[in-house]
């Protein structure tokens, strides 16, 4: 297997050290309020992300709890919570992924950007 | 019962195996090429291998097992495991690959400047490491039972020698092209047979009316099994038998419903109800606990309900599709044991030490993200298939419940389609499937533990002189320990089920790695005492407690008191609910209080947090 080509991030090139980023780099207090700044923006991306999944998989035991209807429903012949916990539960998990991703590329260069200037 | 085509499936897949291995081989030189495949895999093959290693045998055999077990309850299991990639990609994929380090130990001690929490990492990694293997070796032992006809304990040790082999000889490089192949037998071998089985057996909506309609499993066909003196079972429904000649049972309990007719002539009618009895050839059995006292041989006829053996509750066919059926609802406190599974899972997915090590080889950040978020769409689509064959088992090899091989159902369920040849070739193919999840898994785990064992105690501390030979013969003497240690320990598991193995795993490292990374990487704040006594508080209560329960099998005083106290079990069982929360409490009280954070934590930061664009990236081991 080869190196994978093409990336840019991968090799990059020693870039020459701007003044936001040497103050990063020597951990000044300017530094370490940009660094701050970085950190809350992906971790409250994060925690959005985790606590959409937890409502997601932690209301339906307590709506099957609370909601005998629920639990009972067939739909062809299917339990409800099946189709619901068993199948759609997936593309929900996987979008949400998909906009993690999206959003932490976006905060990570928004964040390069500013530093580079 | 000798299967050729399970057979020729197995050996088909051994020998890509092996061959894809020792091509692999010649490429794998230095330290760097055997732990992270010199960081130069590319993602997409990286995302099928890091699938292929996780998709283990818990979820190629392990989920189907259990859904035709307990039924709606089990769903809980592919969808965490699933949620729980999830968890690892909005927290730790991006600044781990960051920090560049091999392995958790890695990170514990870059992180928090501590060889000692390292030293403790690899403590740990080694227990989970262990109980992880321990439901691989149950899967390699039936599946190899099932297809060849040999004992449990030969097929575990001959498959664990494969596995040895293929780690001693390719080293993780090796490893990450032969587990991306097997991902792909494995889709291939869970999705095919489920189309061929819905075309046979029809769709969804009429296998789901099928279980509405009955009250209970029924045996499709005539069962002929051979009971041993001990073995007990449970009779959900009146039951005619034909014996080989007549048999001493004992009734331990009767249900209601009809009294028995034909019980036999009763011998002795001790207080408490148990009745001794001798059944004619041709019997009938009452519903309630019966217990063979004399080996005999019993023909059930087709249309029977199933009589449950040992190690499987009965259930009705209401109480399975619904939720809170016989897995959550018999635990007494259906809430409380849902949520602590599901938080043992989504949190215990990202502190499993094979897992973890796979993100390294990712070229950056960006790229470890991308990959992880490929893995969610090939487990999803993935999980989307075991539980079907729990379903049509249920429908149509009831005899399982009988005879207790339902971790199995993956491997016989295919052999029930006519004509016999097309049965056989899918037997085949699922066959090979199984052989992939447990070994792919095996092997991820084996370079973890051999990892732990070469990498560390002996390069670390026994010989930190030691050169690069010397690393790699420890390496692949580490690798030879720990599948030893772990073929010994899985001869001793056939009678647990495999997805509560891996739950205990899964417990053990949410309680422990998940918030030491977590905090780590997240909170500046978080010092290495916290560290160290939240993850040793968190890791050892979730071994105590699962530890309990496992001695709760063996110890009836333990068991009724468990009984007594159903909150309390489920704890013990599922510990995560409560010792997650007090690893993370010591964690954060023990850093409050004495607020020393360790040398370098700024700067390890600024290399988790900061993207590689930037070029201050270096990495934590260099090479």
Sequence with gaps: ?117 | MTSPAAIVGLLAMLAATVTVGIFARRFARTTSDFLVAARAVRPAANAAAISGEYLSAASFLGIAGLVMKYGFDVLWYPVDYAAGYLVLLIFIAGPLRRFGAYTIPDFAEGRFASPRLRRLAVGLVIVIGLFYTLPQMKAAGITVASAVGIPYGAGVLLMAAVVITIVMAGGMRGVTIVQAMQFTVKLFAITTPSFVLLIHFGAPAGIFAHLHSDAVPRLSQPLTVKVNPGDEWQVVETLHVHLDHPTRVRLLSSGPGPAPVDVGTPETQPPGGRREVLLTPSATLPPGRVRWEQPTRVEIPAGSAAPYGAGTPPSSNAAWLRPFGPLAGASGQPLLFTYSLIVAILCGTLGLPHILVRFYTNPDARQARRTALFVLVLVGFFYLWPPLYGALGRLHMARLYTTGLTDAVVLLLPRQIGPSWVGDTLAGITSAGAFAAFAATLSGLLISLAGALGHDIYGRWLRPEAGGAERNLAFRIGALTAGLAAALLGLMVERFDINVLVGWAFAIAASSFFPMLVLGIWWRGLTTAGAALGTATGGVAATLAIATTMVATASPTLAGFLDRNPALAVIMAQPTIVTLPLAVAVMVGVSLAWPRPPTGAAATMLQMHLPERLGLRRDYIHE
């Design chain 1, 1 to 117: 297997m080869e190196e994978s080509s093409g990336n840019r991030e991968s090799r990059p090139q020693p870039p020459p050290l701007t003044a936001d980023l040497r103050e990063l780099e020597e951990q000044t207090q300017v530094g370490e309020i940009f660094l701050s700044a970085l950190l809350r923006r992906q971790l409250s991306l994060s925690l959005r992300v985790a606590v959409t999944l937890l409502v997601m998989l932690g209301l339906q035991p307590l709506v099957a709890w609370l909601v005998p209807a629920y639990a009972s429903t067939d739909v062809l012949s299917i339990p409800l919570p099946w189709l619901v916990l068993g199948v759609g539960s997936y593309p929900v998990l996987i979008a949400l992924g998909a906009y993690y991703v999206r959003h932490a590329e976006r905060v990570d260069d928004e964040f390069s950007d500013l530093m580079r200037r």
